[in-house]
């Protein structure tokens, strides 16, 4: 059985930092790409960033230069490290594995159970 577990959300100010995690399990991590998705109640949900299993990575634009995707095949674990965050950034951020050959449809793959981010302005 496949379980994404995300931490590190909570409530920053703007300008502020934080760091988020997913820790995966009943999947073969290196076959997977794994991704970030974020959510506000009302708008469907939208790729933050994704990186594959050789480490390319692809950001949303206005996350660019802020937020880094990164990944630890040792952990099976991904990692969001959102810097300069703006009170645009409020919402539940999900953590998705999806097979590479699956890549272009995260909904084919698996979702953890989301962690809220707060920026305040």
């Known amino acids: 059985q496949v379980q994404l577990v995300e931490s590190g959300g909570g409530l920053v100010q703007a300008g502020g930092s934080l760091r988020l995690s997913c820790a995966a399990f009943?999947?073969?991590?290196?076959?997977?790409?794994m991704g970030w998705y974020r959510q506000v109640p009302g708008k469907q949900r939208e790729l933050v960033a994704r990186?594959?299993?050789?480490?390319?990575?692809n950001y949303e634009d206005s996350v660019k230069g802020r937020f880094t995707i990164s990944r630890d095949n040792g952990k099976s674990t991904i990692y969001l490290q959102m810097n300069s965050l703006e009170p645009e950034d409020t919402a539940k951020y999900y953590c998705?594995?999806?097979?590479?050959?699956?890549?272009?449809?995260?909904?084919?793959?698996?979702w953890g159970q989301g962690t809220q981010v707060t920026v305040s302005s």
């Open positions: 998705n594995a999806v097979h590479m050959r699956h890549h272009y449809n995260p909904d084919l793959g698996s």
């Open positions: 009943g999947i073969i991590f290196s076959d997977n790409v």
């Open positions: 990186i594959t299993p050789g480490g390319s990575t």
